[in-house]
Structure formats: C-alpha cells, structure tokens
C-alpha cells in the first residue's frame, strides 16, 4: 500500500514539531527517516499510524483519504524501540495477541491462529521457541518477535520507530540484514525511523532526511550521498569538512585556493562554503606539477591509524583552517607522514553552496553551485 502526506504541520501548544511536510512512499518500498533526535520523525510515524492528529493536512494510503480515521481502522503494524512484549505470556501468545483479542465474528479459529503463529515463527526464525517467555530470550530475539506480533494482523504496512535501537552493534547488523531479506519476501511498505545514517543507507531504497520539522530532502542512498541537498543533509551524512570562503566575479575564493564557476549573480560578492568528504582529500609531498590543480600546503596535528584507513588531522597554512584526511593504509606508508609534518593538499569533489536569507522565508536557502576546477 502507498503512503500519501500531504502539508502536514503539527503543534505540541507552541512548539511546531512538524511544517508543512509533504511525502509519498510508494507501495513496496523500504523508506528510511533518518534525522537528528528532535527532528520529528516518531511524530511523523505517529500521525501516519493515527496515534495523533495533524492540525493541517492530509495523510492518503493508496490514493484514499485516512487522516480523519481511527488508528484500528488504518490496519497499521506498529514495532517501537523498546519491544513492548507481554511479559507474562509466552511467545505463542505474545504473537497472538492481536488475533485473539478480535471480536469473535472476526476473530479465526484456534487452530487457524495457531497455524498463523507458527508460520510466523519460522519466518522470524524463531521456530521452537514459542513457550519460552519474553525475558529468556535476547534482546535480538525479542524484537524479531515483536515484527512477528506485528505482522500477525496482517497490517497494510508497517511502521517501525528505531527498531533496533537498543541493541549492540553486531546484533544490529544481523537484524538489518534480516528485515532485508524479510522484506523482499514479504513486499511490504516498510517506514522506519533511525538516527543512524549507516542503517539508513544500508537497509532504505529511499531515505527521507528531516532536521526541525521539516524534510531536508528525499532521495536513494546514493543521492543523499552524492548529491545532498543542502548544508544539513551533507553534514549529516558521515564526516565532512567545511571551508568558508567568498564567491564574486565568477570565482570562489577558499584561502590561497581559487575556483572557477558558473555562479550567474557575477557582481555581488557572497559568503560560500565549501564542503569536502576527508576521502576526497589528496595528500602529496609535493605541490602538483600542473598548476591550474589548486593546493594549499597543512601542517599534520594527529595520525589516526583505523584498520585499513588511517586518518590525518590537519591544519591549512593559508587559513588556519583545521581539516580531515582519510587514506588507505598503503598510501599513509607510501608517504612516510609524520606528525608536525607539512602536505600539500588538493581538494577534489569539492560542493558548494551559497547562502541566501530572502525576506519572505524564515529558513536560508541554499544555492549548490556547479565548480569547474
Ligand atoms: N507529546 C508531546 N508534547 C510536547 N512536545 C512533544 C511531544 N511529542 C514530541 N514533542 C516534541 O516534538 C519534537 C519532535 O519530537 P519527535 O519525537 O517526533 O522527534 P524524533 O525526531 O523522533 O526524535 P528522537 O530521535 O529523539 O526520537 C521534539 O522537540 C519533542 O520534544
């Protein structure tokens, strides 16, 4: 089923938790909400559920207006960060629970609800423990089962708020995988919300970056990545360094480095910034031959040697600027770096953006310009 919210705003007295937010998830689809804590992805999992009313807007599933309905009505599987599983029934019942608690003319037989329960079972893998009680089974289990009780009333979707939140990081990755897998069996709408970026980008086919109240952008993982939006959305999303600069006269000035672009309001001059992930940083002990390449010369703060990766803490000369490297570690050898050692660095797949503060809008928007280096 496909997910329609359109213009949805949301207040808590004279907190604004949601503005004017707009998106369509469409059936089948694995969608991440990735943003900071605050952000209001639960509240926006909320009001899709019918947990809460929106002041403004409307929420559509395959094309049919559902914001006035009631949440047992919306047919919606619901799993929180804290798997809320009865404590004092077993596993059986705990997935039962949904089915059992039907009035009796909807409500299948016993021995459908147990053929039910079972086949559940095995899909979450967890056949064999279904009289075990929720407190003998690990945390990664538990949560399994509350995806089984969930999908036990056959929901139109399912809504996941921090699914795997608080488990450790080995346990997380295997049940990423799994809901993976589980969703291409299944090709059910899936929207879960996270904070960590890596889950999103790992499990989501579209990710929904939202940072106060608002969506930042919506795209693939790749998108997001490579193409970010805005400022926000390339912070958000792994390690970045920023460079402040100017733009005037067709050229953006970062220091003693110097970039053409296309940028069309020549005459005025403007603060940018520019935005660099430590990867695409280039460390040579040489200025480079062709001197149209723009390099700046950085003393090296800190060796960080990470596995494979070793990562420099740097600092530029022209600006004072402190920055990120990251390097394989067979380059890091190759170079011989020590710290308190001065590089040459060359920027590449630098982005920029420009600031604007129009009058009527209360948020700044951001201009990307297109850099020829
Ligand atoms: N019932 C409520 N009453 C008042 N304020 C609320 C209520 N629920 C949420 N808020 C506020 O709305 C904002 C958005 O909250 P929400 O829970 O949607 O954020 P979130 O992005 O899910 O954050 P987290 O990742 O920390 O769970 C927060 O500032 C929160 O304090």
Known sequence: MSIEVENISKSYKSFTALKNVSLQIPEGELVALLGPSGSG?????????????????????NGEDNTNRDVRERRVGFVFQ???????MNIFDNIAFGLTVRTRKTRPSKEEIKEKVHSLLKLVQLEGLAHRYPSQLSGGQRQRVA?????????????????????DTKVRQELRRWLRHLHGKLGLTILFVTHDQEEAMELADQVVVMNE??????????????HPANPFVYSFLGRVNLFRGRVHNGKIKLGEAE??????????????VGYMRP?????????????????VQAQISRISLLGPIVRLDLKRLDTNEVFEAEMSRQRFLELALVEQGIVHVTFNNLSFYVEEQPSVTPAPTFIPLQVSV
Do not use: C, M
Not at 41 to 61: N, S, V, Y
Not at 82 to 88: E, P
């Open 213 to 226: 109240g608002r969506v930042e952008q919506v795209g693939s993982p790749e998108e997001i990545y490579h």
């Open 82 to 88: 804290h798997y809320a599983l009865f404590r004092h």
């Open 147 to 167: 995806l089984a009780r969930a999908l036990a009333v056959e929901p139109k979707f399912l809504l996941l708020d921090e699914p795997f939140g608080a488990l």
């Open 41 to 61: 992805k639960t509240t926006l999992l909320r009001l899709i559920a019918g947990l809460e009313q929106p002041e403004e807007g409307r929420i559509l599933f």
């Open 279 to 295: 990867h695409d940083v280039e460390v040579s002990l040489h200025a480079p031959l062709d001197t149209a390449i723009q390099s």
């Open 259 to 272: 970039f053409e672009t296309e940028w069309e309001n020549k005459a005025v001059e403007l603060p940018a």
